[in-house]
């Protein structure tokens, strides 16, 4: 697996790959599965036609992956209307759900919420989010900001960077200056 999630979709690749032979090596099951894989690289387009390939050419009904909610939301069209099924681990941000998909990962009321409530209830509730300027990060920070408010909390620094930069600099600066706790 390659592109800015590369290391995380080897990760998830060889746990798929673990658990096909699990269930391959288990007698009680009739059938037999086969990985098909593809490597979208981090690009969207790819999705989409690497998507498309497998419903249509190779057949294939069941897609696991998508790390990225940006991908998870390309590919669900060409899934919902192939009536196929994406299995999609990492944790969404919620605000979503289709009968083609089955959400493993985690949901914001399942670790925002209760990290906010375990912080609020311990230190000074002064809060500052940092995230990629990107879907997932837009609706965690605004699920982070109102369970903050809502638990007497302030946010006293919000910023959201390109998927893959590096140069942060300016906001650990901006973090140190304002310092939340």
């Known amino acids: 697996m390659t592109g800015t999630y590369g290391a995380i979709g080897r990760e998830m690749l060889n ?53 990225t909610s940006a991908s998870r939301k390309r590919v669900l069209p060409l899934v919902e209307a192939a009536n196929a099924l994406l299995w999609h681990s990492p944790r969404y941000e919620g605000f979503e759900s289709s009968p083609n998909v089955i959400y493993l990962g985690a949901a914001p009321n399942q670790h925002v919420i209760p990290l906010i409530r375990h ?32 638990a007497g909390g302030t946010v006293v620094g919000e910023q959201l960077v390109p998927v893959g930069e590096t140069a942060v600099q300016a906001i650990v600066d901006d973090i140190i200056e304002k310092r939340p706790a």
């Open 15 to 67: 746990g798929v790959l673990m658990a096909i032979d699990e269930a391959n090596a288990n007698t009680g099951f009739d059938f037999v599965l086969e990985p098909v894989i593809r490597d979208p690289a981090g690009s969207l387009d790819q999705y989409y036609a690497m998507c498309y390939d497998l419903l249509h050419k190779t057949g294939v009904r069941h897609l696991i992956g998508c790390y």
């Open 119 to 150: 912080v609020t209830g311990r230190y000074e509730s002064r809060l500052y989010n940092v995230g990629s300027n990107y879907v997932w990060s837009w609706e965690i920070n605004r699920i982070a900001r109102d369970a903050m408010q809502e």
